[in-house]
């Protein structure tokens, strides 16, 4: 029998509604008698190796309420990514401070290191559940419908296109967004949901699971540009041509790399600029203005899915749920039942550790610059209540009198 001692940790890149989760597992397991202690590991796995614990059995609930409503990750967060090595420090720590029940509230790292601090847990002997309580802004968690977080970050996107794309119209020219994705392209294609008129923008959209042609890029620019007098672009940081080479490092002269050796994608606005300059001096635009997103759509304070905030919370109290009766380790996974409803499952943890799901094809239109009718069926419903609106005025002209 798991002894009365819980952990959770949050891991990854921070989301709207990670506290939803994290104060789900709190107070949901002060629902079972033989819960004694919920601590909280600051940092996610860098924590628990660095035994940096808080208690949140002494938190009150009304504000574990307030934490849960506010973005980021309460915990702190981590980009370690631990190998198997790791993943025993972290045992040796659960194991000492005679942790019953661990939580790891992450992606597809998350899983994994869930996976085999589990399969340690196993091999000594020790009673320990492990659960996996999924988040991600990229939507590429496997065995999901969906993962929290990402409802509020395409929500975000799909409004800051709407704007980008009120203010194009008002100033034409060409105006390029560069959304967060590194495989997967979901919440690029968020950006298609701030359509309202049939020559709105993104009048273009390019996902990491098409190949990027610069060529043909530019062409698509000019035909567009030729039709509307303007033109709206999203494009994923993560596209790449055939061979899979990001097109920021075909393009950059130096580019970052990150922790894990990956050419640094998010955060650095050079995809932005070098699409504005190729637009600029092949097909001699003169207005043509980039943005790259970056972090902002992660835990913007302003702008979250009530659907999301409310299924993450749920997905926390489904976590412990599984711990207390379930009797075994797993990832939960939301599943999506009816027009609009979901349901729970735990899935085990090798069939979502460390896969990555990618936009399935019929979400995405046949030249590939487009989603379809499909995609924006999915995704509406994540969005939440209160989506605004954008209007024009009717086209009712006078005539002229000096120009005729």
């Keep these: ?69 506010t973005p980021s990750s309460a915990l702190g967060s981590t980009r370690d990514k631990p190998d198997e090595a790791y993943c025993r420090e972290i045992f040796k720590v659960l194991q000492a401070h005679q942790i019953g029940h661990f939580f790891y509230i992450g992606g597809n790292d998350s899983s994994d290191t869930v996976r085999i601090v589990s399969q340690e847990a196993r091999l000594a002997h020790y009673d320990l559940r492990c659960v996996h309580i999924p988040k991600t802004i990229d939507n590429d968690l496997v065995g999901n419908d969906h993962t929290p977080g990402f409802p509020s970050a395409a929500r975000f996107v799909a409004q800051a296109f709407a704007g980008a794309n009120l203010d194009n119209a008002a100033l034409p020219g060409v105006y390029v967004g560069v959304v967060m994705g590194r495989h997967a392209g979901f919440l690029t294609a968020a950006s298609a949901l701030g359509k309202k008129f ?8 390019y996902l990491p699971e098409r190949v990027f042609d610069l060529n043909q890029f530019l062409a698509d620019v000019k035909t567009t540009y030729e039709k509307y007098g303007r033109c709206v672009i999203a494009v994923s940081e993560g596209i790449h041509d055939a061979s899979g080479t990001p097109i920021t490092a075909l ?14 994608l998010s955060g650095n606005g050079a995809l932005a600029d070098l699409l504005c300059e190729e637009i600029k001096s092949k097909l001699k635009i003169k207005r043509v203005r980039g943005d790259t997103f970056g972090y902002l759509q992660r835990s913007f304070i302003g702008c979250v899915s009530d659907v999301d905030q409310r299924e993450a919370r749920e997905v926390g109290e489904k976590a412990v749920q599984f711990a207390m009766w379930g009797g075994r380790d797993g990832s939960v996974a939301i599943k999506r039942t009816g027009f609009y409803s979901v349901d729970y499952e735990l899935l085990a943890l090798e069939d979502v550790a460390g896969k990555t799901r990618v936009m399935e094809d019929e979400f995405i239109s046949a ?14 419903p994540l969005l939440g209540s209160g989506m605004p609106d954008a209007f024009r005025l009717r086209h009712n002209p006078v005539a002229k009198v000096l120009r005729k």
Excluded: C, W
């Design 1 to 69: 029998m798991a002894t009365g001692k819980i952990l959770v940790a949050q891991g990854g890149g921070p989301t709207a509604v990670i506290n939803q989760s994290l104060v789900g597992v709190a107070l949901e397991a002060r629902r079972f008698g033989q819960i004694g202690h919920i601590y909280g590991a600051h940092h996610g796995v860098r924590g628990i190796v660095d035994e940096d614990f808080v208690d949140l059995t002494q938190e009150t609930s009304h504000n574990l309420e307030h934490v849960a409503n």
């Design 367 to 380: 030249n590939g610059t487009d989603v379809t009718d499909a995609f924006r069926l999915y995704l509406r």
């Design 251 to 264: 393009l950059a002269k130096e580019m970052e790399h990150d922790a894990h050796g990956n050419v640094q």
């Design 198 to 205: 049939p020559d709105d923008g993104p009048h273009l959209i």
